[in-house]
């Protein structure tokens, strides 16, 4: 520990308190007490370099715990980030690149958008999932092209979450050795004291899972965690938690307590931790020069190693032209060219079949053309049918393998999924049942908040659960997920749409939720249905009336699309003329000009939709002279066909409602 | 281990599988491994009485493994609750009182809806913490009227499940001693082998939470079983942890396998089976006469506790009058007489101020007229206003404290809070930021399938939380939560509408989640404002139109009512006649009427609403001629303010769409 050390960690120290106190809001605490290990990691460890943030074999650094991130913009700024200190004044304001926690895509070197705790360790566990997963593909002996660390501050509250738990549990059981975590433990959570509610023993509790577990009893002591980081990273079978005693507002006269947590110091004790530290008291967004010159040295290391690595890939490329073009087309975040031939089309002489089924397909049959596709269930494979085929499970001894086992953790997973895509390299998906998708919903929100590139496959997507009951029978899951911004929501309606979801949810940029059937759906004709053109639009007219201009459109979605085709042949026996339309998005095709939407359903014909969930927010889409037909109650447990009968969506519930629009119209 | 007990536990086994066969859907592994351990419990321990399934005082056995509701419903009929033959005959059923996963007030005895993994484990310590709580209140020397375990069967998947570490590390912390769960580790889950996904040292991780953990090797050892919950029920100071190696399936042909997890055997496999145990092939939910005869003396022995029990109570009234009278108050689930003149009335002069600290206010005026009120916050209680005053944290060595100290942990919060409200005896809440609510959501879900007297205190309810960005700003909540069926969604408008939220939550049955600000809001003249009266219909006319009919109605939730109260003077100045109406809740205003809501919203005015959240949804309120001003992409880190104003959501903004609204009818 040298002198320049202390004069780093302090400048970070006091960057972040003078952001907080500029912003008049913000978190202090704990940057104050996190600063020397954040220093150390970034100073000794860390491969990263600032003129290329997305290179992709810099290690990764998350601060799960995001409230600190006035520690995390001052690293990025003394670390040569496209980041000046005018962005650091401007803490907290519209518009700046240093909002109130880190946000990915919006500030250069930001991993991943954190804040909710818990969920950036375990977007690091995905992380670390993918570069295992892409060395073992695309290393060869001689050439580590992919090789780097996956590191994050975790806080108390990250491992209060449950999320941490799910994650680690798994990390442990992956045998992740390259992920290394400091636990920033200064025992003060926002309430007060840790012991108020979170007595457990960490580390026993780690080693329980399998990780390997360091400790350095000061957290000011550089070089105990120059020693610990550099135990954790030798250690390649188990991930690392290096449990950091720390001191929340270290040097504060707030020091040890939640006082110093969620609020600036304020004037006279900025001063006050200026003074005891050494710091000139009256100086502000300081920074020494010896500071900026040493953490210019390590940018200058940083450009070293990223120049070693260009150098190393160039020889990769030349030593194994195909799995390089292979890594380097995934790493860019393309498919492969004319992948979309593997696309199937399904035939109605197939038979029926479940959505799930149609999407298992398709997914197995684009994995050979895809290679970058990799993901798992949450315990329900066999159910939610995204096991593929010929591939191995991700493991320590198979890392090669594509199919993951998240276990019965659906915000780990979620998080995991985030992470992977984060990486880079990868495609990755994540399948439950629609209902649980609560469980993932903080990762949901962050998937689209962040626009990561993920599909969620959610199966058993209505009261067409059956037996299992209200527990497992979604209803508000719909209108839910398509209440967050910027999540696609499909719900196709036979194989062909699913097909055509798949290929949406790989071609478009952000998310995709796929909600799909549990029970048999017939499949469409493609010769006869538009779907390929249809369902680009979101919506689209899959049955025209008989006989002339739509009396009647009917509406659904998925499953109940074939519902409304069986009313609307109820209905032309009794002479009305009904359109069959298809949504299976609705947001998109809402989207669509109005002109193309009157076009579907035209305003001279009376709307009535009918989807197993409930009804609200289908108003935009019938309209005042419309009907909605759905499920505003929880199910019930009974085999599938009868709770749609008992709950009336069948197709006489649905010919009668038609029939009684129209008779109210006249 | 008597023949008997034998007998007992195949007839448990049979009766599973017959269930699950005659069904075609259900789990059989479970309940054929999990048998002997459940009957050891229930012949020996669990403290019962089918005659009077609500006996206040009973043990809670919470079957946290849902899955193997075949189990329990055996369990129930062999030991004399209100479930015949005929119901488990009728497995999985529409409208038969033998649920695919147990329902709560829906099948006799079952004491929580389980299935969704985890969430049992957690309900059951909010059961423990409410039964810690009422016996150090009002037990009194040689009066242990309140003295009760809660127990569990948890699974594999619980234990991998987020919900079960928040849980159990609180439970620790807690110090619950009279919390004894029974792990059914039986290695497999619906993928496979739990090595798949699942490799932890369980024990360990356990003791890192300090709990007891009792290990017992062989499944089918009932003494040693015995042994183990002997040593659990012993130790009071700790919750505990019995491990139990089982054997999914048992006696099967599809024993240890991941097969007999979640379908039936097969006719083939059943008869197997039941060879294997000995048990007559043929015979269909057969019940030996021993068998019988042996449970009807264990109903005996329970009638004969609640007996005791009973005349316990007696002596206890007649020794403490008081305190009696108070604990059958609760345990009665009825608040006291005269407990709403305790709520506060605030006054315009007292100065604007944040609905989270008036429902802190009405919280605290409330906490001495409703001992009941028991509750916290997830380490937010100093934002979320959500602390009763003078009352020590709940602990083990303050049980009688109100304020539960929940840590970073919504999930256990809220299936706490379930389990609090389902115990009896306790008015629960939780409270955190509504946008963290997403992780608490599987817990809402079963609050509201359950029907729980539950409050969610949810603040900082939109983009006017400001600095903290994104991440901490709700936008797609409100309408996410509006659509579970069954929950109260209040978002009010001021701290009068604030204690009428409060008044609702507790008068009336069902969950509710009150939606408050974090900044601060003017305080309505109830002599002016018909707050009273209004907000019992979800929405009311809370300022009428300056000079005359309404030629335009402005609806607000929330702090947005003041924006359109704003936007109102506004557009007054402009000669145009608003009326402002409050809509703190959308559901009952839109269950109210039509004559009533033409009189609020008459269709001569064109309608415009504003709420600070996704504009999805509110079509059935303005219909097609009205318009929604709202937030339908996430937020931005800015002060709350800025915010609001980049977003759209002023006066001005208001008034203008206003006039063109007008405009355009014209």
Redesign the interface.
Known sequence: MTDADTLCVNTLRMLSVDQVER?K??HPGMPLGAAPMAYVLWDRFLKHDPADPAWPDRDRFILSA?HGSALLYALLHLYGYDLPLEELKRF?????RT???P?YGHVPGVEA??????QGFAMGVGMAIAEAHLAALYNRPGHRVVDHFTYAIVS???L???????AA??A??LGLGKLVYLYDANRI???GP????????????F????WQVLRVEDGNDLPAIESAIGAARNERRRPSLVIVQSHIGFGSPKQDS?ASHGEPLGAEAARATKRALGWPEDASFHVPGEVSAHCRESVRTGARSREAWRVAMEAYRAAFPAPSAKLETRLAGKLPDGWEAALPTFRPDQGAQATRSASGAVLNALSAAIPALMGG?A?????TKTLLKGSP?FSSSHPEGRNL?????E??MGAAVNGMALHGGILPYGATFL??C??A??AL??A??MGTRAVFVFTHDSIGV???????QP??HL??L?????LRVLRPADANETAQAWRMALREPGPTVLALTRQNLPVFDTDAVPVFSGFQRGGYVLCEAEGGAPQVVLVGTGSEVHTALAARGILGRQGICARVVSVPCVEIFLAQSEAYRREVLPPSAPCLVVEAG?T??W??VV??RGCVIGV???G????GE??FR?LGITAEAIAERAASLLAAKK
Chains 1, 2 share one sequence.
Do not use: C, K, N
């Not at 080693?207 to 399998?210: I, K």
């Not at 315990?379 to 159910?383: C, N, T």
């Not at 059956?466 to 497992?472: A, L, M, S």
């Open positions: 912003a809001s913000g995001g907290r304001q519209w518009g700046s909002p109130g926690h946000e958008t954190t804040g909710p705790l818990g108390d509250g990250d209060m979450e449950g999320a941490s738990h799910e549990s798994l442990g059981t959570s926002i309430e840790t012991d108020l509610a979170f007595t457990e023993d960490v580390g026993r509790r080693e329980a899972y399998g939640a269930s315990d329900l494979a066999p159910s499970d086992r998240f276990g019965v953790r915000l780990a209902v649980f609560d469980f919903r903080p929100r962050l689209a908040l059956g037996e299992d009951g209200p527990t497992h209803v508000e209108l839910s398509r209440a967050i911004p910027g409930v609200r927010g108003r935009e309209g005042d505003d109650r929880f019930a447990s009974a085999p009868e709770v008992h």
